[in-house]
């Protein structure tokens, strides 16, 4: 019976990259021949790894061919590994030793390979080097083929109860999910439920914000406390695997062997940069004896890791189902966070819907319903919100002395916060209604009564308003920054109500100007918002003032309400009915023969 077993690995093209690949299937394939030892394991990947990065670097620089070949054989006492590079380096002529510059990569490789080995041959065969590399087998270990059948049965009974415990994991957190009443409550029965599965000690998650990873749930217990943020990106192990989603075992034999190591008889510098070099300050490692860490991912979304930890040094490592149980509840965890996160966009979609609706209702209800003003005036006016809500309020306001109030005015934003201000507004409005007859001066009160609301919130309103005499033969206008109304006499002279003013909420001690003017019979007066005077053509035009005084001047006969309508179907074929960017006002008023 063959007592010996070999695989052999051929890079044809030596890359860095390639070296942890190689290192895991050589690992791989030594538990398959019932090689488990952890510590072992761990040593031979670490003595592997240094010397195919040696060989890639070192060996196949300056050479065409950067062909390195790794081959492992596996006897009844031993593990034998052969890596052959292309140069004709024959070893030192001294045992290696910790390099004063840690920094240099160049002989602590070569220190870690003779630790954690027990004999370190350099030969040349053909013209090539050789590092033949041998550790002896842990102590009780035998091969035989019987012992391998009975491996094989083993192996594939662990995987059906990997499977059964899978399924199981999968159950039984699908129904926490469907019991637990928020997210936090189901995080925490979760973990406990892994803490079951696994028998660890303490299970943890974290999530990735813009500060780093959170400890967003814990369960079990630890001796030491861990940190609740850690800065992605920041050496150690849980960072690690967030960054590269690859999981990570954390062992503390391996740990007690580079302490081992850091005992031997070494210069101060040499013995701090092993620290540094083997093993960093990591947090982790400080709080527990052994841990298993996986990434938590959605697709290909990184979204945070889980941490299985042990803090007894007396407990096993956890075994291959714990882990793959351990990985089924990551990617599930993975899978419902993500579900969360929808759930709570469409929540906050349907909250902003019914805010919008809100809005809307609060809009409408500002414009006026009725036109009738008095018997010498014919009004009308038309509000299209560009979305559900916007911030356009006009008003046809009729005084006790006969007179009318009418404003304009357009409150930056859109949805409830426009809408409540746009109210806010008209409330001020009709409590200043005794100033109507000076606007300017109206303004001015109701811009210091709303500054500092709007300041606080870096809101301000636009407004145009007109005061119309009980006889309707004048009129009184003031301006807040809206665009100025315009007003068409009889005999066909127009012109524009200019009325310079800040918008409301600029500054607090802005002063208003009211400017007086005629309103002869059969003249008509339009007030309007920036959405009618913005609208723009397909190739960038705006519609502007003279879109409008183009309507008014060709229809000098029409009825208030057909003079809106017919501005409004004039600024629609000018747009090609392209959909509305922003609310459109427009109201008319004119004055009956």
Partial sequence: MNSEISCRFELLNAQLQEVEKISAQILGFMGDQGVSDGVFLSQIELATTEAINNAIEHGCCGSDKKQVSVTVTLTASDVLLEIADPSSFTGLSNEPSLPINMMAERGRGLFIIAQFTDKVVHENRNGRHVLRLQKSLPSGFSRSEMGYQNRTLSKMTEELGASYEMISALIGLSELLAEAKDKTDFLKMALHRVLELTGADAAYLRTSCDAGLVLEGFAGELSVNIPTLLP????????????????ITVQSDLSGSIKSMLKAPLCEQCRASLASALMENDPLTEAVQAAFVTPILYKTERRGILVLAQSSKNRSFFTAVQM????????????????????EKRESEQRALRELEIAAGIQMSLMPREFRLSEKLDAFGLCQPAHSAGGDYFDFISLDDGSVFVICADVMGKGLSAALFANMLRTNILAFSGKALDPGMLLTEVNARMFSDLSRLDIFITAFCVWISADAGTIHHAGAGHPAGILRQKMGAISTLQSRGLPLGVLKDAIYETRKMDFERESSLVLFSDGISETRDQSGNFFGDEGILAVVESNPDLSAEFLVKGIVDAVDQFSGNAPLVDDRSILAVLRKA
């Fill in 232 to 247: 992605i990106g920041k050496s150690g192990i849980e960072s690690s695997v967030f960054l590269t989603g690859k999981e």
């Fill in 324 to 343: 793959q149980v351990a990985r089924v509840a990551g990617e599930y965890l993975g899978i419902a966070s993500s579900i969360n996160e929808l759930q």
